[in-house]
């Protein structure tokens, strides 16, 4: 067996794999044998059938699977080799007939790949925040742990300091035909979700309202409030929503003392407001400084895209488009697809063309220590901050076990290491700034 190449352009190439009929013949001859030696054919005791019955019945869907195989591994092989970093994956050349009694068979394969360019990091430059805690975010974060471990004061009406559970379904029509089942939305609105609980704050437990689609495709922030993304709520099914009130309560917040410390951070490593508040500044100023470096190392990167030339096998992925979407039927219809992607194929070259260069590198010490930080910020959200190392890593170990969570977990890892490495080489603006106005700088 022998790979070529025949390049198109620098980004695109022919790859043609040939295969003597010695390479697949022999190895499917062999399965012909065993095959016989444990064929249950009617007529025959096992494994007494002729050979040549064997042979016609099974030579050739062994043949193309042994052909497959081979080309499959040597295609690999030679970009594996040859380092050849593929966009899309290898369109195979369409054959009239593949003539396996032939001394030698040819298959070829279109592929795209990445460009050959580099990036110099260190003339690329932004503003890098120095993002501090102030009192309104440290209270903010107590008053949430408070609420974690309220007491829940049951009431009849709304008052101002209320939380109201709402169920929000779609109302089907009387008249309408076939089966129509919408899961209804459960929320909890409040002060804080104003367009929501100004909605609702007259109604008593297991009252209801009726709303139309058009008020909450006008208004976004009551839609997201009611549990409607944007898209959810353009594609409703039906005119009205029905929104009833299952519950009404107020919380009774957590007294700040010594049990409170104790069930957030664990026995005795908590004991005074003063030190509470030092250690939620800490963990606030730690999270918002990771969110200023994933700021500025966006912004660089947003950069990197808008002035680095990175050529792409245009030709190719249009190609490409076509033989891996059933929906895409027209060379038309796939360059107005890429040209829709383009831009974001170009940022996923630029990631990897950095990873690679810059020698990132994944170890499974790597994805099980990004595996325990997920399962410590899940367990956060429910207030639990202190289980045990070993019980940590029991969870992740099993996070693991999923392969989708691996590719999750391996491109949050990549992508953390590729963050350390802008940090390191591009140009600094180094400005200290509030929480508030760093949140008004990521809106822009």
Not at 19 to 38: G, M, P, R
Not at 89 to 96: K, S
Not at 255 to 268: A, D, P, S, T
Not at 369 to 381: C, D, M, P, T, W
Request: charged letters at 35%; aromatic letters at 6%; glycine letters at 4%.
């Amino acid at each position: 067996m022998k790979v070529t190449s025949k390049n198109h352009d620098e980004v695109s190439a022919l790859l043609t794999v040939t295969l003597d009929k010695k390479d697949y013949k022999d190895k499917v001859e062999k399965q012909l044998i065993n095959y016989a030696k444990n064929a249950n054919i009617p007529g025959f005791r096992k494994g007494k059938a002729p050979l040549g019955m064997i042979r016609r019945q099974y030579e050739g869907g062994l043949t193309y699977e042994e052909i497959n195989k081979q080309v499959s591994e040597g295609l690999d092989k030679y970009i594996t080799e040859n380092k050849i970093r593929l966009i899309g994956r290898p369109i195979p050349v369409p054959v009239e007939e593949l003539d396996t009694n032939k001394e030698q068979i040819e298959i070829s394969f279109e592929i795209g790949y990445e460009p050959d360019f580099s990036i110099d990091l260190s003339k690329y430059e932004a503003p890098h925040y120095k993002v501090e805690a102030g009192e309104k975010e440290v209270g903010k974060s107590i008053e949430n742990m408070q609420k974690r471990f309220a007491d829940r004061e049951e009431q009849d009406k709304a008052t101002k300091d209320s939380y109201v559970a709402l169920e929000v379904k779609q109302v089907v029509e009387e008249d309408v035909e076939g089966v129509h089942n919408h899961p209804p939305k459960n929320v909890v609105v409040s002060k804080e979700t104003k367009e929501a609980f100004e909605l609702v704050k007259k109604l008593k437990k297991d009252e209801s309202l009726e709303i139309s689609k058009e008020d909450i495709q006008k208004d976004e922030n009551l839609a997201k409030q009611l549990g409607f993304s944007k898209d959810e709520a353009e594609h409703l099914h039906h005119d009205k929503l029905s929104v009833t009130v299952k519950d009404i309560y107020k919380l009774n917040l957590a007294e700040l003392n010594q049990e409170l410390f104790n069930k957030v951070y664990g026995e005795g490593e908590i004991k005074s407001e003063e030190e509470l508040k030092a250690k939620v500044k800490s963990e606030l100023d730690e999270y918002f400084q990771q969110n200023a470096d994933i700021h500025f190392v966006n912004k660089i990167l947003e950069q990197i895209t808008e002035k680095e030339e990175v050529k792409l096998p245009e030709e190719f992925l249009v190609k490409w488009l076509m033989f891996s979407n059933e929906n895409i039927n027209t060379k038309e219809q796939a360059e107005e697809v890429y040209a829709a992607e383009k831009n974001a194929l170009k940022y996923q070259v630029i990631e990897s063309k950095l990873i690679s260069d810059n020698g990132v590198s994944i170890d499974y010490t790597d994805l099980l220590s990004q595996a325990e930080q997920l399962v410590r910020n899940q367990l956060a959200i429910y207030g639990i901050h202190h289980l045990p190392d070993e019980e940590v890593q029991k969870y992740a170990v099993e996070m693991m076990k999923n392969q989708e969570q691996v590719r999750q977990i391996s491109s949050e890892v990549a992508m953390a290491k590729l963050r350390d490495v802008i940090l390191e080489k591009a140009a600094k603006k180094e400005e200290k700034i509030s929480h508030d106005d760093f949140m008004k700088k990521i809106e822009e």
